[in-house]
């Protein structure tokens, strides 16, 4: 028995193999009927064994990709459009990122790259097609209306979520937006969205008109990526950023008061009965009751900041940096030079915006210089600090000076005021200090040999015997102060922020 549908029939050339054969009844055994319109292909049969003609199903093809991808778009285009958005956008951010840092996968990477298409994925379009359909036949008029009032308005759009997933405040955004969204953005645009919609409107059916944009735009938004973070082409980069701060430290031998500048925006942090109060540069408000009213900031706003200002105007003002993050860098860097510690940075402080964003006052968070351990205990212990952590913290003092104008104290811990080591463990154990007051009337002690001196709660730390260990320890270690002094700072840098990055 053969088959006599067209399948067959053409298979029938090819010799009888068991494969035909078994094809061949499965055929006799599904059909019935003659009526196909096969029959005019199909061989004259005897009349002794003629089968009733048979007509094969026909073959099932698998279903390319591109038809599921087209029943999907026609049976849910909200999700479809949605999830196709998410994915392309996702994939180009993160390629763009990845040339940016030249292949290093880091966690911020991946989290910049998953909110980039979880941005991108609303499928805006989807609405604004059809209202560009009903508002002309025309592809031309329709490709004009779309580049004078859509593109622009999602230029901005990612422009700003881009910026905000970077942690930029909203000031940083309107600075970016002042110099980049024209020139980098509209403009550049130009190149490529006008043409691209242009086909897209002309040759594209409205149902994939969406998906079609989704295709250029991950090459765009690749490019954007690269243009919005990379503030290379005005040649700021963390590198040159670094470079400037080593130069300023060297040049001015400023490296004491820019580790104080980052320590007093960081420490007024608590958990105690004062909470609040993280590294946002507050003390940039000297009215107010802004954070730069503050007596135990004196000298900060106006020295510090000022030494500051010219790397700020260029950095903070780009938008490449808050200040809050300079601070904390200009201090690791400052550390650095002098010979301490390599202290890591992370970055994506907020700057306050205002005097009213400062915490109330001082009192409770920052320590006064004429107490003992128990005021050291109660400040530190509410940030988070043990009783070690005090200790290694303390041992900044290894660098800088007070200054009679600023604190109403007056000398250097150690002889070498540019030095950061464990000398100034090494000098409170080996000295002989002699109480004295300031021309301003604050009590301290001056070792009268070296002219060295130890404020009040420097030498508290050898009255209580836990602190004290640690003050042995490091003066016969000053590895472990290093090591101890990094944990302590940067846990006080990083302490009250939220959604710290490696990279700016
Ligand atoms: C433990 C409690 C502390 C007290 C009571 C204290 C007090 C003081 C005082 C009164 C000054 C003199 C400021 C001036 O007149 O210019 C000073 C300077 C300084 N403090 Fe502290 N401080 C403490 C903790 C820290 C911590 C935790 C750090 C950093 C980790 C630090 C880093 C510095 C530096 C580098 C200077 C020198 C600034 C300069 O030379 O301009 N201090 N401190």
Redesign the pocket.
Known sequence: RECACAPCVSRLAAPRDSAHLLLARACARISTSSTSSSASTAPPSTAMDAPPREVCPAPRRPQSLGAKYQRALETNPLVTKTVTAFILSGISSLIGQLLRTKGRVTPDVVRTAIFYGLSSAPPYSHFWYPILNSISQNPVVRTIVDQIFWRPLLIAYMYVVMNLIKGKSWKQIGEIMRRDYWQKGVKAGLKIWPAAQLINQWFIPLTFRTTSMDIVSFFWDMYLTLATSSDDSEGLTLETLEAELEDLVREKN???????L???DA?VYSTGQLTGGCPNAAMRFVEGDGEGTFG?N??LPT??MSLLRPIAAKYVESGFISNADLWTLA?NVAIRVMGGPVVPTRFGRRDAQSFKESVESQVGR??????GVD??RE??HPKGFTDKD?VS??????????????????G?WTEE?SKFDNSYFKNMLSKTYEEETTAAGCPQFRDAASGTVM????LSLLEDPIFQEHVKRYAEDQDTFFAD?TA??VK?QENGCCRLRENL
């Open positions: 400023c490296g004491p008061i820019l580790i104080r980052s320590w007093h420490g135990a004196a000298g020295v510090a201090a920052l320590p006064d210089g004429d107490k005021h050291l400040i530190f005090i913290l303390s041992g900044a003092h290894t660098v800088g000076g007070c200054h009679v104008d600023r604190s109403g104290f007056d250097a005021r404020l009040y709660s420097d002094f302590a700072w006080l």
